[in-house]
């Protein structure tokens, strides 16, 4: 557990390699957190990844460990929060060899599609997590306008979530199965705790057309195998836009792509069932290194799996 200290914030981040050296060597995967959520639910899959993988897990500006000045508070804006990002890979040595995994969920595979343009010399597969794309039409656009009040009637009202019936609700919509209490804990007391400002900010970021065209285009142009990845039952983020990705990118990108569908998992594949997502996970990273000695030779790759 350490500290960055940045013109941004005093950025908190974990690093498997601190406790042990030997993982140095290993292939890194940096974890992107989704909305107001700190890195503690990235927990279970780090341990079902380590001895393997260097696996680093950090705090965006405005959510739990990390630090805001006082009287100043940075950008909550895409660029932003990518800017700390890449200034941990860079703190940390990871653009210096082509042996880094980004893993982005949420808001934050928005974030992880600019970090993977930025450090595409490094870059060995990126995942994007539940952070899918929408064909523009009215439908889209009034659903856009509804979650935009629903964001605003949560911060408003945040910590009457901390409260059953409605504690129970929050979950329920964010984990299909259960993630058990100390997790369920966490998830809450991230959202009711995050900084306000950082929170609606993201919120408003998330659904913003332009920046949703910014982030179609970029999604497409990541120079290395990318997993699109959704739990078809989840309630936060409508999974059709995942497939949408997938489908959209595998006709354009010249890097492979595939989608992995967990049938009956929501919006924390992650906690709902971690040791089937890590393997889905290592399949997607051994594809990657693979690709990267023999980016000419055709590999053997499911590009759809549906995992009931």
Same mark, same amino acid.
């Given at each position: ?83 700390e990002a890449s200034m941990l890979i860079r703190h940390l040595g ?33 995942t994007i997590l539940a952070c899918g794309i929408f064909e523009e ?33 929050? +979950?329920? #919509?964010?984990?299909? $199965?259960?993630?058990? @209490?100390?997790?369920? !804990? =966490? ?19 998330? +659904?913003? #057309?332009?920046?949703? $065209?910014?982030?179609? @285009?970029?999604?497409? !142009? =990541? ?25 959209? $990118? ?26 089937r997502f890590a393997v889905e996970l290592k399949k997607h990273f ?23």
């Amino acid at each position: 557990m350490s500290y960055l200290p940045n013109d941004r914030c005093r950025l908190y981040y974990t690093d498997t390699a601190d406790n042990d050296p030997s993982l140095k060597d290993k292939p890194a995967v940096l974890f992107i957190n989704g909305w107001a959520i700190s890195s503690r639910y990235w927990g279970p899959l780090v341990e079902e990844l380590s001895p393997d993988y260097r696996c680093i897990t950090y705090d965006q500006s405005g959510t739990g460990r990390t630090v805001l000045e006082e009287h100043h508070k940075p950008s909550f804006t895409i660029s932003g929060f990518a800017d700390e990002a890449s200034m941990l890979i860079r703190h940390l040595g990871l653009d210096s060899s082509k042996n880094l995994h980004i893993v982005g969920h949420s808001m934050g595979g928005m974030v992880a599609t600019e970090v993977c343009l930025r450090h595409e010399a490094a870059l060995l597969s990126a995942t994007i997590l539940a952070c899918g794309i929408f064909e523009e039409n009215a439908f889209t656009s009034a659903g856009l306008m509804f979650l935009g009040g629903l964001i605003d009637v949560s911060l408003n009202f945040r910590q009457a979530f901390r409260i059953e019936p409605l504690r129970t609700l929050f +979950i329920k #919509r964010a984990a299909t $199965r259960d993630i058990g @209490k100390a997790y369920s !804990d =966490i998830i809450i007391e991230d959202f009711t705790t995050s900084d306000k400002d950082a929170t609606n900010a993201v919120g408003r970021f998330s +659904i913003d #057309r332009e920046v949703l $065209r910014a982030y179609t @285009k970029h999604v497409m !142009d =990541i120079p290395a195998p990318v997993l699109c990845c959704v739990g078809m039952e989840d309630h936060t983020i409508p999974p059709e836009g995942t497939v949408t990705l997938y489908e959209q $990118r595998k006709q354009v990108s010249a890097s492979p792509s595939r989608l992995v569908q967990f049938m009956h998992l929501g919006h924390l594949p992650m906690l709902e069932d971690t040791p089937r997502f890590a393997v889905e996970l290592k399949k997607h990273f051994d594809f990657g290194r693979q690709f990267y000695k023999n980016p000419e030779q055709h590999l053997p790759h499911d590009e759809i799996t549906r995992i009931d």
